[in-house]
Every structure is written in C-alpha cells, then in structure tokens.
C-alpha cells in the first residue's frame, strides 16, 4: 500500500492551495480517509476525515470554514482543498487511510492503519 501525497508549496496568507494524496496497492473505496499536520515542535493534529463513501466529512474547528476534504473513487485520490490560509497553518500535512467508519475515531492517528509521507505546507505573512 502506497499514499503519495503531493501539492504543498509556498504561498501567501490569504491566499488558497490544494494538496491531495494518490493511493494505490488498496482498495479505496473500502477505506476512510485523513488528513493530519504536524507543524515544527508540535505534535501532529487531525485536521479532516472523509467517510469511506464518501458522504460523510468532518473537520477540525480551526479549519472547518476553510478546508474541504473530498475524494474521488475512480482516481483513488484524497484532496484537501485549503482557503484563507494563515501562517499557523505552516506544517507538513500528510494522508491517511483506515478501516474505521466511525467518524469519531477518524480523528485518531491510531483509526489509521497507512500513512503517506507528507508535504510541506508553507504560509508566509
């Protein structure tokens, strides 16, 4: 199983990017998605899941009005599509996937059972 996570760069405050995150090795649609950072000196955060259908989002409150999970089955692509971005958002961002359909759990690293390797995000002010 590989995630391969993609599209972090730098950008202005204010300003919009999306990274996602092509799985392959894995049936996708059988597995929920994640999104976590981990910025310098910190410990790494959840910041949204997707339900494995799909149908079902959910999101940290420091971003819930700024980011948008989704996915898409028939490319076995996970995306966080990111707004408004502020420098606190400064991290390395990285994909997840677990069996877990409980949406509650979904904000636990321990629901996910791969991981990819992460990107860098950076905000400037």
């Known amino acids: 199983v590989q995630l391969q996570a993609s599209g972090g760069g730098l950008v202005q405050a204010g300003n919009s990017l999306s990274v996602s995150c092509a799985a392959s090795?894995?049936?996708?649609?059988?597995?929920?998605m994640g999104w976590f950072r981990q910025s310098p000196g910190k410990e790494r955060e959840f910041v949204a899941a997707?339900?494995?259908?799909?149908?079902?989002?959910y999101s940290t409150d420091a971003v819930k009005s700024r980011f948008t999970i989704s996915r898409d089955h028939a490319k076995k692509t996970v995306y966080l599509q990111m707004n408004s971005l502020r420098p606190e958002d400064t991290a390395v961002y990285y994909c997840?996937?677990?069996?877990?359909?409980?949406?509650?759990?979904?904000?636990?690293?321990?629901?996910?059972?791969?991981w990819g390797q992460g990107t860098l995000v950076t905000v400037s002010s």
């Open positions: 997840a996937a677990g069996p877990s359909v409980i949406l509650s759990n979904l904000q636990s690293q321990n629901a996910y059972a791969y």
């Open positions: 090795g894995v049936t996708f649609n059988r597995y929920s």
């Open positions: 997707i339900h494995r259908s799909g149908g079902v989002k």
